[in-house]
């Protein structure tokens, strides 16, 4: 049985353990997982509304600056001062002041350029005509907004400027005069500009051609880079308008992440192949009239290490949960083993107490089997000693014969002379002597039906129970039984008793037969002895009384002192003793709870010492004696 204050676990409950690990693990990864996707959800949202404000902002922004130049090279067209500088040809005169208006209305709009072109594309007035590189002479026939101007419409184009190597947005206007278009008016906003105001900005901002070219971007490095790589057509139209002039257009490596929802884009972008990539949430919008897309790119990183924040405070509750859990799980295996030990420990004990008590019950039944056999033993142990007493009495009937014959002889022989003596003394008349004999034979017929009176006692079969008897009575007729035999050996008999009251719990008969019997033995120790001396003394001691027999004879001999009160143990001649005696007083005493001993007197004989237990004093004595 395992020992419930122990941390090993039993198999089951290491199965479940490993078990409930492996579904924890599971379960955290679950709430880990959909922690991560519904947190980026949440962050890249709030990026995404914040890149789409910027985007609101950048897009009107363009609109604005871009809205603002729309219309000056229109105007200039129409007006006829401007239409009179394309008559060609030219004086120089003229021309002189065809640089100076454009240079005037170039600082008055704030434009980069303004300049005009011939119907060959050819610019003959600009207003950097001082400047170190001026248009002036330059041919821009190839410029997409000349040739749109060309054929009536309002010409627009955003490039990197060929000469100045600047890069604008160009819009040109046609000149006409009789439906006949002499040339184009063109102003040229600065990119530049606009740009330089973003850089400061968090956002990245990108503005894209058709082909995904970046032409403005408040980020450097990504000018002139596409975000995807160009086509063979892309490139040869780029080609053909020069409006990259040389540049090499590299590509940027953009790997695309995910698409969340309608057009925004998750991408990571590297600077240069193999730099480390940024990840980036992007929306667009393109300006279909401007000609390009306008798109603003969200650093993910907030957003993402919010995720990180929150799946890490996820991960936080799992583990307390899952450490809560182990606690509560421990503690209750720990409880659940310790029932699992005590019920354990309570069959156990149930079924000890089982076996045990079926022990019992047999040991009990063979118990009671033995006494059973024990009681019929001691029934038929009984019935022989009453039968043995019987016997003894018998055969101390027949010891006191010769003394009993002598005794009812002597009177019987004294009745016949006095009866003699009577019927002389009639005859002669001396009544009074004659009535003194009769009186003489009255008493000795008396004292023979005495004698005849303790015989029938003796041989009486004793009763069974026990009664409350006055020891001094039980002594003085067991004494008076005993006088004829006492008077003819010639003994004393002392009898020492101070208190005559004592009482014990005893059979009347039994008792008599105990003393009979120690008196018996003691006369015979003594037989031939001058003057045989018998002392009886009766005391009280802590609740017994003793019965003490002293004689004076030879004592018993140390060799014998052990089987005295056996069964036919006897020092006597054949006829005079069965050895009997001792053994049986020895069983009677037992019966009255009392006890029989044999010392050697220090001044010599034998003492038989009998204690019994002593009963109260009643308020009046049960048996008249
Ligand atoms: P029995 O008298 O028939 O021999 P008992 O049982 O009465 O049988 O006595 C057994 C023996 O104990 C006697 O034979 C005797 O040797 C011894 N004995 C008994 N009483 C005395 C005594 N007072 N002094 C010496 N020996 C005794």
């Known amino acids: 049985m395992n020992n419930p204050s122990g941390h090993r676990l039993s198999r089951p409950r290491r199965r479940a353990a490993v078990l409930g690990i492996v579904a924890a693990l599971a379960a955290s990864a679950l709430v880990l997982a959909l922690t991560w996707y519904w947190s980026s959800g949440l962050f890249l949202d709030q990026t995404r509304a914040g890149a789409m404000a910027k985007l609101d902002l950048y897009n009107s922004n363009l609109d604005g600056a871009l809205g603002k130049y729309q219309s000056v090279p229109k105007l200039l067209a129409l007006h006829e001062g401007v239409a009179a500088f394309f008559q060609a040809p030219l004086d120089a005169e003229t021309l002189q002041r065809a640089n100076a208006l454009t240079e005037t209305v170039n600082s008055l709009t704030g434009a980069e350029d303004t300049y005009f072109m011939d119907a060959e594309g050819l610019t003959f007035a600009a207003s950097n005509w001082d400047s170190e590189r001026p248009f002036v002479g330059h041919n821009f026939s190839y410029r997409p907004y000349f040739q749109e101007a060309m054929q009536g419409q309002l010409g627009r184009f955003f490039a990197l400027g060929t000469t100045s190597g600047r890069r604008g947005y160009y819009f040109a206007s046609p000149v006409f005069q009789n439906n006949e278009i002499l040339g184009a008016v063109v102003v040229k906003v600065s990119l530049t ?99 390009w ?148 034979i009255r008493d000795l017929t008396a004292r023979m039906a005495e004698i005849s009176k303790h015989l029938m006692t003796f041989a009486r079969k004793p009763r069974r129970e026990l009664r409350p008897l006055v020891l001094a009575e039980v002594l003085d007729d067991t004494l008076d039984f005993l006088r004829i035999r006492l008077e003819r050996a010639g003994a004393t008999v002392s009898l020492e008793q101070p208190d005559r009251s004592l009482r014990v719990r005893a059979g009347r008969v039994r008792l008599q037969h105990v003393i009979l019997n120690l008196v018996s033995n003691a006369l015979d120790a003594m037989e031939g002895a001058e003057e045989p001396k018998i002392e009886v003394a009766v005391r009280e001691t802590a609740g017994r009384v003793v019965v003490s027999v002293r004689d004076h004879g030879p004592g018993i001999e140390a060799a014998q002192i052990g089987s005295i009160f056996d069964p036919f143990f006897t020092t006597k001649d054949v006829g005079k003793g069965l050895g009997l005696g001792l053994s049986i007083s020895y069983n009677i005493v037992k019966d009255f709870e009392g006890s029989i001993r044999v010392e050697n007197h220090p001044g010599g004989g034998a003492v038989f010492i009998v204690e019994l237990p002593l009963l109260a004093q009643p308020e009046a004595v049960l048996e008249p004696a």
Request: aromatic share 4%; charged share 30%.
């Open 193 to 291: 500009d606009i740009e330089a105001a973003w850089t400061a900005d968090e956002e990245k901002v990108i503005v894209t051609d058709p082909h995904g070219v970046i032409f403005v971007s408040s980020h450097a490095a990504w000018r002139f880079r596409s975000l995807a790589p160009l086509s063979d057509e892309a490139l040869q139209e780029i080609a053909e308008n020069r409006r990259y002039q040389s540049v090499d257009l590299r590509p940027l490596e953009v790997v695309e992440q995910q698409s969340i929802g309608e057009g925004p884009r998750l991408i990571r972008i590297a600077d240069e192949p193999g730099a480390q990539k940024a990840e980036y949430l992007m929306v667009s919008r393109a300006m279909p009239e401007a000609g």
């Open 293 to 440: 897309t306008v798109s603003v790119l969200a650093s993910t990183h907030l957003a993402r290490s919010q995720s990180i924040t929150a799946t890490l405070v996820a991960a936080l509750a799992c583990l307390i949960t899952f450490l809560i859990a182990t606690l509560v799980w421990q503690r209750r295996s720990r409880l659940v083993e310790r029932i699992d030990y005590q019920r354990r420990a309570s069959e156990e004990l149930e079924q000890r107490v089982e076996e045990r008590t079926a022990d019992l019950t047999s040991a009990n039944a063979q118990l009671e089997r033995e006494i059973g056999e024990r009681e019929a033993a001691e029934a038929e142990l009984r019935q022989a000693q009453d039968d043995l007493i019987q016997a003894g009495k018998l055969a101390a009937l027949g010891q006191m014969s010769a003394a009993l014959s002598h005794e009812f002889n002597q009177p019987l022989a004294a009745i016949r002379s006095y009866a003699d003596n009577a019927r002389l003394l009639i005859e002669r008349n001396r009544d009074r002597e004659a009535g003194e004999n009769l009186q003489r």
